[in-house]
């Protein structure tokens, strides 16, 4: 079997139009390749777009007691470029609902106007690595994570510490 050689895009429907298309462009930092009423093509990267919003304004509320997607993860090339992306996402008045340290990544959860949950992400460990860890005893323990504190990880890093040590799983929310 061939495995695709990239996952290309993901396609959002909602509501509530406008505010949606105006927070992914803020979240991302996109631009729309194409956008009108009906739907927006948003694009970051060198992908013709990431993310399609369409609009559909007879969708009821999310009901989240039914099965579907949990969440998209973004990654982010640094722990510097994760930690800017929380303060400008903070600046905005956009807070995550949630900062773990995964293991092989550090991240923070947030949740768009839908309420469609997004995670952005470092990686913390090399694909090797982060594959001899999720085989190991520390992982099976607790495949989730460990909760950790943004903001206090934010001021060590300010002060000079290391990703390294920021990143360690085994000291992580202490």
Known sequence: MTSPVKFAHM???????????AWWKNFLGATARHE????????????????????????????????????????????DDLFGQY?????CGVSPYWTINHGMTLSAYYRDPDGNQVETQFDSMTMDE??????????????????????????????????GTLVDYATAGQ
Not at 11 to 21: D, H, I
Not at 36 to 62: C, K, M, Q, S, T
Not at 140 to 158: Q, S, W
């Open 36 to 79: 009108n009423d009906f739907i927006a093509f948003l694009a970051y990267d060198d992908e013709h777009h990431r993310v399609a919003i369409v609009n559909v304004p007879h969708l009821g509320e999310r009901d989240n007691s039914c099965v579907g997607l949990e969440h998209v993860a973004f990654t982010y090339g640094s722990l």
């Open 11 to 21: 396609v959002l429907k909602t509501a509530n139009f406008t505010e949606m298309v």
């Open 130 to 163: 982060a594959g001899a860890f999720m085989a190991g005893p520390l992982f099976a323990a607790n495949p989730i994570g460990i909760n950790v504190d943004f903001e206090a990880l934010l001021a060590r890093r300010r002060a000079g510490e290391g990703v």
């Open 87 to 91: 303060e400008r996402m903070l600046a």
